[in-house]
């Protein structure tokens, strides 16, 4: 089968990576226009791209030193939360993985943490244990998402990936109302089966379909504006430079919150804000008045959150986010374009067109994705449910008009009773128990209190297996390196001016 896909940023590498790695026989081809620019703004990841570059769901010859030197990669064990209630300076922490008990009748672990440390629970899992020990060990990692391209293009194309560079003028639908062929911007035709969307916010290919219908988030999640800029290490003083952490940080703001992430040149910054609220001039205002200082914005870049109601329409797959778009927190968009790539790749795509462009296979991908989708989007609103109230966008937040229905059952379940696995359905990409308790607890919705209550009542009020684990994490990362070793050994900036 011919398949086609157009775009030049991270969807369209990892639809081409992913189809030629794990499929043979398909003529594969991508087309990438130098003159387009790449949003490149997702700097963080979830584990489960480090788990598709780490051979998790077919063999790939991706070597992590490559990723380091390459993307500008570092580790990522958690997301810092910084000011996201009313208590002033008040942080906590939602890291990357669950704890060793989290699959449990009961989490134990989580019970114990949160009885015991209160206010450092994060210490019951693995990345938790080691970010508070500033070592790098384990999690997913920071990437310079220019640069994906740089990284899996040579291994598309030692898979078959013919790669063209060009930019698509305009498509030609056959008398199905389906994609038949591309004109490309030198008057050639380009011909396919399946074509793959990876056009960004343009939905260049998608758009063209008769179908076409797009599904809001605006009413669940208020961001529609970023502003991203840079901090180079050369420009930082040796205390920013030795607070710098395996983390993502999300520091709230007046009007939304700024996004902080250290590769290993610099640390990639963004207000994500409502621009209903604050104008983009303000905004920028509130960011050097933060730093004290003017930065340099990199670019302007606005959204509409929402999804496609059919992500795959005709002959046409819409990945990443010419698909789908929430917003930047929790690095969720990256994560849910790799499930929908694999399990596009595992369940529907097929050896012939005929196998694979059916009815069938459309409505159970369709609905698989809008529900992926939905309950990502159910997750990102949790954590617009604190008590801040000092700006007007807060005072709103707190009005809790835009939370879902299964945000607002969470929330009413947890006055009771810790969510467990249970809780949520589970499938391939979901949003486990563990990552929404991290944040209820963050935002004060599961207490200490109710902890004790049902360990009590669970049968597990002993904390010596809390005690076990963290005196094992800490064997365990005993021989790691910490951020600030890390980010010298491949950045010679920062090795000569903080190195000693």
């Given at each position: 089968?011919?398949?086609?896909?157009?775009?030049?940023?991270?969807?369209?590498?990892?639809?081409?990576?992913?189809?030629?790695?794990?499929?043979?026989?398909?003529?594969?081809?991508?087309?990438?226009?130098?003159?387009?620019?790449?949003?490149?703004?997702?700097?963080?990841?979830?584990?489960?791209?480090?788990?598709?570059?780490?051979?998790?769901?077919?063999?790939?010859?991706v070597q992590f030193e490559e990723?380091?030197?390459?993307?500008?990669?570092?580790?990522?064990?958690?997301?810092?939360?910084?000011?996201?209630?009313?208590?002033?300076?008040?942080?906590?922490?939602?890291?990357?993985?669950?704890?060793?008990?989290?699959?449990?009748?009961?989490?134990?672990?989580?019970?114990?943490?949160?009885?015991?440390?209160?206010?450092?629970?994060?210490?019951?899992?693995t990345c938790g244990f080691n970010?508070?020990?500033?070592?790098?060990?384990?999690?997913?990692?920071?990437?310079?998402?220019?640069?994906?391209?740089?990284?899996?293009?040579?291994?598309?194309?030692?898979?078959?990936?013919?790669?063209?560079?060009?930019?698509?003028?305009?498509?030609?639908?056959?008398?199905?109302?389906?994609?038949?062929?591309?004109?490309?911007?030198?008057?050639?035709?380009?011909?396919?089966?399946?074509?793959?969307?990876?056009?960004?916010?343009?939905?260049?290919?998608?758009?063209?379909?008769?179908?076409?219908?797009?599904?809001?988030?605006?009413?669940?999640?208020?961001?529609?504006?970023?502003?991203?800029?840079?901090?180079?290490?050369?420009?930082?003083?040796?205390?920013?430079?030795?607070?710098?952490?395996?983390?993502?940080?999300?520091?709230?703001?007046?009007?939304?919150?700024?996004?902080?992430?250290?590769?290993?040149?610099?640390?990639?910054?963004?207000?994500?804000?409502?621009?209903?609220?604050?104008?983009?001039?303000?905004?920028?205002?509130?960011?050097?008045?933060?730093?004290?200082?003017?930065?340099?914005?990199?670019?302007?870049?606005?959204?509409?959150?929402?999804?496609?109601?059919?992500?795959?329409?005709?002959?046409?797959?819409?990945?990443?986010?010419?698909?789908?778009?929430?917003?930047?927190?929790?690095?969720?968009?990256?994560?849910?374009?790799?499930?929908?790539?694999?399990?596009?790749?595992?369940?529907?795509?097929?050896?012939?067109?005929?196998?694979?462009?059916?009815?069938?296979?459309?409505?159970?991908?369709?609905?698989?994705?809008?529900?992926?989708?939905?309950?990502?989007?159910?997750?990102?609103?949790?954590?617009?449910?604190?008590?801040?109230?000092?700006?007007?966008?807060?005072?709103?937040?707190?009005?809790?008009?835009?939370?879902?229905?299964?945000?607002?059952?969470?929330?009413?379940?947890?006055?009771?009773?810790?969510?467990?696995?249970?809780?949520?359905?589970?499938?391939?990409?979901?949003?486990?128990?563990?990552?929404?308790?991290?944040?209820?607890?963050?935002?004060?919705?599961?207490?200490?209190?109710?902890?004790?209550?049902?360990?009590?009542?669970?049968?597990?009020?002993?904390?010596?297996?809390?005690?076990?684990?963290?005196?094992?994490?800490?064997?365990?990362?005993?021989?790691?390196?910490?951020?600030?070793?890390?980010?010298?050994?491949?950045?010679?900036?920062?090795?000569?001016?903080?190195?000693?």
């Open positions: 089968m011919k398949i086609v896909i157009v775009g030049g940023g991270t969807a369209a590498w990892l639809s081409a990576f992913i189809f030629s790695h794990a499929t043979k026989g398909n003529d594969i081809t991508l087309i990438e226009s130098m003159d387009v620019p790449i949003v490149g703004v997702g700097e963080g990841s979830t584990g489960i791209f480090a788990d598709l570059l780490n051979g998790r769901f077919f063999p790939t010859d990723v380091k030197r390459v993307l500008d990669a570092t580790p990522k064990l958690a997301i810092n939360f910084k000011n996201w209630t009313s208590k002033k300076d008040k942080n906590y922490l939602s890291p990357v993985d669950g704890t060793p008990t989290a699959t449990q009748f009961k989490d134990t672990l989580f019970l114990q943490g949160l009885k015991k440390h209160r206010e450092n629970y994060h210490l019951s899992s970010w508070n020990e500033n070592r790098m060990a384990g999690g997913a990692f920071h990437f310079n998402t220019n640069r994906v391209g740089e990284l899996l293009k040579n291994k598309c194309i030692y898979k078959g990936v013919e790669v063209i560079n060009g930019t698509v003028q305009k498509c030609i639908l056959n008398e199905n109302g389906e994609v038949h062929s591309l004109l490309m911007d030198d008057n050639n035709m380009l011909e396919g089966d399946l074509f793959v969307d990876a056009t960004g916010f343009k939905k260049f290919l998608i758009s063209e379909l008769d179908e076409w219908k797009w599904v809001d988030y605006v009413g669940h999640l208020p961001m529609n504006a970023a502003i991203p800029f840079d901090h180079r290490y050369e420009d930082m003083s040796e205390e920013e430079f030795n607070n710098i952490r395996p983390e993502t940080t999300a520091q709230a703001m007046n009007a939304g919150w700024q996004w902080m992430i250290p590769t290993t040149h610099r640390v990639g910054k963004g207000y994500v804000f409502d621009d209903t609220m604050i104008s983009e001039d303000e905004a920028i205002k509130e960011i050097n008045d933060f730093y004290g200082k003017e930065i340099e914005v990199r670019n302007k870049i606005k959204f509409r959150s929402g999804r496609l109601e059919k992500q795959w329409m005709k002959n046409v797959l819409a990945i990443g986010l010419s698909g789908a778009f929430a917003e930047p927190l929790q690095a969720t968009s990256i994560h849910t374009t790799i499930v929908q790539l694999i399990e596009f790749t595992r369940k529907y795509l097929k050896q012939s067109k005929e196998e694979t462009l059916t009815d069938t296979n459309r409505n159970k991908f369709n609905t698989q994705m809008s529900r992926v989708y939905d309950d990502m989007r159910d997750f990102l609103v949790l954590h617009y449910t604190g008590d801040r109230d000092d700006t007007p966008f807060w005072k709103k937040i707190k009005t809790q008009e835009h939370i879902t229905p299964q945000v607002k059952e969470i929330l009413e379940m947890s006055k009771h009773t810790i969510p467990d696995m249970s809780t949520f359905n589970i499938y391939f990409g979901h949003v486990n128990n563990m990552l929404w308790n991290w944040t209820l607890a963050g935002l004060g919705h599961i207490t200490p209190e109710l902890a004790e209550k049902e360990m009590k009542y669970y049968r597990v009020d002993s904390e010596a297996w809390i005690d076990d684990h963290v005196k094992r994490y800490r064997l365990d990362s005993q021989n790691s390196q910490n951020m600030q070793d890390y980010i010298m050994d491949v950045n010679h900036l920062a090795k000569e001016k903080f190195g000693k």
